[in-house]
């Protein structure tokens, strides 16, 4: 049963400290979305990724959020400094282009983060 | 730009009952349509999906959505609810057709409906 996987599940952290979420698209999965989930903003897309490169990122705060594909079975967001506001759930997503395919997104269980 | 709604923040329904969510969107060409839905504590799943072609679509967990172009609707129902089926469910929409191409393959979200079943 292919899963994609996300770790750490839970982080706390102090602000200003800097945050690093991985996460392990489903194998042979050409595309990795990274999402943030917020009770008053709902549902964001931070950025996204096809055969490791970065398509769009606009989404992200650029001063302080980045994301990386390191290989096709790692994606990485770090956020550094942390803030307060930064606070949320942030989900991996793969999928399988070409045209649709990546619509049919794939989500890992999340990572809960909290600044404090 | 597209952008979905779904007014229904939070519905209750007795379980067995049928339900029906949902959805509006505004799109200026035919859109891929979605429905997910998230069990408290996990991620997102995709439940069903409409590209083409007939216009009431079947999913998993036994839900199935309804196209209507005219209402710019994709409702989803499911004819007798169960317990399990409490979780938020989520409609998207993604460009299709002419507007798409590679790097702009982005679901916008609705904003969720919470779905509570009374025993």
């Known amino acids: 049963d292919a899963r994609v996987t996300q770790t750490p599940r839970h982080k706390v952290t102090e602000m200003g400290q800097e945050v690093t979420m991985r996460c392990q698209p489903i194998?042979?999965?050409?595309?990795v979305f990274w999402y943030r989930q917020t009770m008053m903003q709902g549902l964001e897309l931070l950025a996204y990724f096809r055969n490791r490169a970065p398509l769009d990122d606009s989404g992200m705060p650029k001063d302080r959020f980045s994301a990386e594909m390191p290989d096709a079975t790692l994606a990485t967001l770090k956020i550094q400094p942390s803030e307060p506001r930064d606070s949320a759930v942030y989900f991996c997503a793969s999928g399988l282009a070409p045209q649709g395919g990546a619509y049919e997104q794939y989500f890992g269980p999340g990572t809960r983060l909290t600044v404090t | 730009a597209q952008s979905v709604t779904q007014p229904d923040i939070h519905i209750t329904v007795s379980e067995g009952a049928s339900l029906e969510l949902r959805c509006n969107y505004s799109?200026?060409?035919?859109?891929?349509l979605f429905w997910y839905v998230q069990s408290p504590g996990q991620g997102l799943q995709l439940l069903l999906k409409y590209f083409s072609g007939d216009t009431l679509v079947q999913g998993i967990k036994g839900f199935e959505a309804e196209f209507k172009r005219s209402q710019s609707s994709f409702n989803l129902r499911k004819p007798s609810v169960h317990w399990s089926d409490a979780a938020e469910y989520f409609c998207?929409?993604?460009?299709?057709?002419?507007?798409?191409?590679?790097?702009?393959?982005?679901?916008?979200f609705g904003t969720g409906t919470r779905l509570t079943i009374i025993p």
């Open positions: 799109y200026g060409a035919t859109p891929y």
């Open positions: 998207a929409v993604g460009p299709f057709g002419p507007a798409f191409n590679f790097g702009n393959e982005k679901l916008t």
């Open positions: 194998l042979g999965h050409n595309t």
